[in-house]
């Protein structure tokens, strides 16, 4: 079984930074792709951020310019990295881990960027 603790949410002013982790713990091998996911209220659930395992990084273009997705492999942990934050942006984040054949979620954090 896997386990995925993510931590780094908070509340914040607009224009303001938050670092997101996620460190996946148990029966692992090898970890595939790796990602984050938000979802606000009354929306449904959105990729923000993805990086596969040779690195290649992916991100949708409400985030683009603003957040950075990385990960150390030797931690099994990915990280988002997110700068400029807008109102927009409150939602609660979720890491996503794909480790052949399943995908795994983390609990959630939530952020709240204020205007």
């Known amino acids: 079984q896997v386990e995925l603790v993510e931590s780094g949410g908070g509340a914040v002013q607009a224009g303001g930074s938050l670092r997101l982790s996620c460190a996946a713990s148990g029966s692992i091998f090898s970890i595939n792709n790796m990602g984050w996911y938000r979802q606000a209220p009354g929306n449904q659930r959105e990729s923000v951020a993805r990086i596969t395992s040779g690195g290649n990084m992916y991100y949708g273009d409400s985030v683009k310019g603003r957040f950075t997705i990385s990960r150390d492999n030797a931690k099994n942990t990915v990280y988002l990295q997110m700068n400029s934050l807008k109102p927009e942006d409150t939602a609660v984040y979720y890491c996503?881990?794909?480790?052949?054949?399943?995908?795994?979620w983390g609990q959630g954090t939530q952020v709240t960027v204020s205007s």
């Open positions: 996503r881990v794909f480790i052949s054949p399943d995908v795994y």
